[in-house]
C-alpha cells in the first residue's frame, strides 16, 4: 500500500528531530477503511470465526492487492505468493471446520503475510510477523492524527451558525404549518403519526445496538482494518536481515582501525594451535556421545523397535511421558552441539574437517534413530490408550526434528549458516501449522479411539469435542455397553463412566447442538457443523 510514512531508525528516516508526516492515504483506503470496519463489525459481533474470517480475509487480501502496482516486487517474491497461498488456504480450513488450529494458522498467516507486502526482500518468517506488528503499531496512531479537528475551526463554526439561521427560518415555519394541519386535516394526522411511529421504532432498533462494549469493538475492528490495509515502511528487520549471509566465512581476527599491524609467525601459530585445540575437544565429545547414544539406541533398538509388549503392571504413562519429553531434550541438546562446534572457523580447518564431519554426521544419524525411538513410544501409548491432540504433536514435533537433522546435515556439508537453518526450520514450521489447520484431527480421533480394539475409552474426552464430532459418537451409541468408558475429573485422576449416563450426556450434547445450530447466524456457520446437522436431523 503507497505511504510516505519514513520510520525512525531506518536508513530511509530523515533526521528523529524532524516530527514525521501525517498519513497520506489513497481514495482505495479512504472507502476500504471505513468499509472493512462496518463488515467486521457485522461479521464478528457476537458470532465466532467461522465463514466471517473468510470473507474478511478475503476483503482485506484483495484491497491490498488492488493497491499494489502491476510490476511491484512483491509479485517476484517466493515468499509472498506461498504465505499468501497459506493464508487462503487457512481461511477457506476456517469456513470448513472452524478449528482452533485453522484459526491460528489463518491469523498467523495473514500477519506473515503482510509483513512480506510491506518487505518483499525479506526471507525470515519470524521477521516478517515482527515487521508486520511494526507497522500496525505505527500505522493505527497515525490514523488516530487524521481524525483531529482541523485548525481553522473557528471558522468553519461561524460559516456553520451563519446557515443555521439561514434555514431555521424555513424550519420553523414547516414546523408551524405541521401542527396546523395535524388539527385540521384528521387524515394527515394518521399519516403523520404512522410515518412518526415507524421512524421512533426505527430509533428504537438503532440505538439498542449501540452500546459501550459494541462501540469499543468497533473501534477494535476500524484499528484492526486500518494496521491490515494501512502499510507503513519498516526497514529495521529488512536492514538487520540483509547482514546474516546463507553461508559461514571465514573470519580474521580483528584489529583496531586506528592501529593497523601485521601479526608475526609466533601470532600466527598461536592462532592455530587455538583452533587446534578446539577441534580437538570437538573431536574428543564427538567421539564420547556417539559410543554413550550407540549404547541408548541398541537398548531401545532390541527393546521397542521388535515385538515390544508392556508387561502387567508396566507404567505406559511415565514410559511414554518421561522418556519422550527427555529423549526430545536430547536431541535439541545434540542438535547444539553440533551448531556450537560448527559456527566459525572450524569449517575451515582442513586438517581435520573429514573426520570431524564424518563423527558429526554419524551423531546426527544417531540422533535421527533416537527420534525414531521416540516414536514408537508415542504409537505404543496410542495403541493401548488411544488418539489424543498431544500425541498428534508429538508426531508434528517429530517431523520438525527430522527436517531440523538435515539442515544440520546441510550445515555440516555445505557451511551453511545458522541464519539459513532458521530461515528453512521457519518454513517447514509454517508449513506443519498449515497441515494443522487443514486437517479434520477430531474426527479421526474419535473414530480411531472408538474401534473395537480399544477397551478402556476416555469417552469424557470425546464428548468435549467439538459439535462436528457429534454425528460420529451419534452412530456408534451401540458400543458403550462393551467398553469400559472413563472420564478424567478436575484433580487429573481417571473415574469409570456408567454407560448410561454416558448415554445421557450424549442426547444432551446433541439436543444443545441442535438448539445451537438453529441459532446461529450465517456468519458464525462452517460447512462442518452444518454437515453435522443435517445427517442428525435427516
Known amino acids: 500500500m503507497n505511504t510516505s510514512v519514513p520510520v525512525a531508525g531506518s536508513r530511509f528516516a530523515p533526521d528523529a528531530t524532524v516530527p514525521a508526516p501525517r498519513l497520506t492515504l489513497t481514495t482505495l483506503q479512504k472507502v476500504a477503511l471505513p468499509l472493512g470496519a462496518v463488515l467486521f463489525d457485522l461479521l464478528f459481533w457476537h458470532e465466532r470465526m467461522a465463514l466471517n474470517m473468510l470473507l474478511y480475509t478475503l476483503l482485506v487480501v484483495g484491497v491490498v492487492m488492488a493497491g499494489l ?15 499468501l497461498a497459506g493464508t487462503l488456504l487457512s481461511a477457506m480450513a476456517v469456513a470448513w471446520y472452524g478449528s482452533g488450529a485453522a484459526q491460528l494458522a489463518c491469523v498467523a498467516s ?6 512480506y507486502v510491506n518487505q518483499p ?31 481553522n475551526l473557528g471558522g468553519r463554526a461561524s460559516r456553520f451558525w451563519f446557515y443555521g439561521r439561514l434555514l431555521g427560518v424555513p424550519l420553523l415555519a414547516l414546523g408551524v404549518f405541521h401542527v396546523l394541519f395535524l388539527i385540521a386535516n384528521p387524515r394527515y394526522e394518521a399519516a403523520a403519526s404512522v410515518v412518526l411511529d415507524t421512524l421512533a421504532e426505527w430509533l428504537d432498533v438503532l ?11 468497533f473501534l477494535l475492528g476500524l484499528a484492526l482494518t486500518g494496521a491490515a490495509l494501512v502499510l507503513v515502511p519498516v526497514h529495521y528487520f529488512a536492514d538487520k536481515e540483509s547482514r546474516f549471509a546463507e553461508f559461514i566465512r571465514r573470519q580474521r581476527d580483528r584489529v583496531a582501525s586506528f592501529a593497523v599491524r601485521r601479526p608475526d609467525f609466533r601470532e600466527q601459530r598461536f592462532r592455530a594451535l587455538d583452533l587446534r585445540k578446539e577441534y580437538l575437544m570437538a573431536l574428543s565429545m564427538l567421539v564420547l556421545v556417539n559410543v554413550l547414544l550407540l549404547a541408548v539406541n541398541a537398548i531401545d533398538i532390541n527393546w521397542l ?8 503392571g508396566f507404567d505406559l504413562t511415565q514410559f511414554v511421558h518421561e522418556g519422550t519429553y527427555v529423549l526430545i531434550l536430547s536431541i535439541l541438546v545434540a542438535m547444539g552441539i553440533v551448531l556450537w562446534f560448527f559456527r566459525r572457523n572450524l569449517n575451515f580447518y582442513q586438517a581435520g574437517l573429514p573426520a570431524l564431519r564424518a563423527l558429526a554426521t554419524v551423531w546426527v544419524l544417531q540422533n535421527a534413530v533416537l527420534a525414531v525411538s521416540v516414536g ?6 496410542i495403541l493401548h490408550t488411544g488418539l489424543a491432540y498431544k500425541r498428534i504433536g508429538v508426531y508434528g514435533f517429530l517431523l520438525l526434528t527430522f527436517f ?17 537453518l532458521v530461515r528453512l526450520n521457519a518454513l517447514a514450521a509454517y508449513a506443519l501449522l498449515l497441515g494443522f489447520a487443514v486437517g479434520n484431527w477430531e474426527i479421526w480421533i474419535a473414530r480411531y479411539n472408538l474401534r473395537p480394539a480399544l477397551q478402556t475409552l476416555d469417552y469424557g474426552f470425546l464428548l468435549d469435542m467439538p459439535d462436528r464430532v457429534l454425528p460420529v459418537l451419534a452412530a456408534h451409541q451401540d458400543v458403550l455397553p462393551q467398553r469400559q468408558l472413563v472420564h478424567e475429573v478436575y484433580d487429573g485422576t481417571w473415574a469409570k463412566l456408567e454407560p448410561t449416563e454416558a448415554a445421557r450426556r450424549l442426547r444432551q450434547r446433541l439436543q444443545d447442538f441442535r438448539a445451537t445450530q438453529q441459532a446461529r447466524h450465517w456468519p458464525s456457520y462452517t460447512y462442518a457443523d452444518w454437515h453435522a446437522y443435517q445427517e442428525l436431523t435427516h
Open 69 to 83: 502496482p502491476r510490476h511491484a516486487p512483491q509479485w517476484r517474491s517466493g515468499y509472498f505468493r506461498l504465505t
Open 110 to 115: 495473514l500477519a506473515v503475510w503482510l509483513g
Open 121 to 151: 526482500h525479506l526471507k525470515l518468517v519470524v521477521y516478517a510477523l515482527g515487521t508486520a506488528l511494526s507497522s500496525a503499531t505505527q500505522a493505527v496512531p497515525g490514523l488516530v492524527r487524521l481524525l483531529r479537528l482541523p485548525g
Open 207 to 217: 440505538f439498542m445496538q449501540f452500546s459501550v462494549p459494541h462501540l469499543l469493538f
Open 305 to 312: 523397535w521388535f515385538g515390544f509388549e508392556p508387561t502387567p
Open 376 to 381: 514408537l513410544r508415542n504409537y505404543y501409548y
Open 404 to 420: 531440523g537433522l538435515v539442515t544440520v546435515l546441510l550445515k555440516i556439508w555445505q557451511r551453511r549458516s545458522a541464519y539459513a
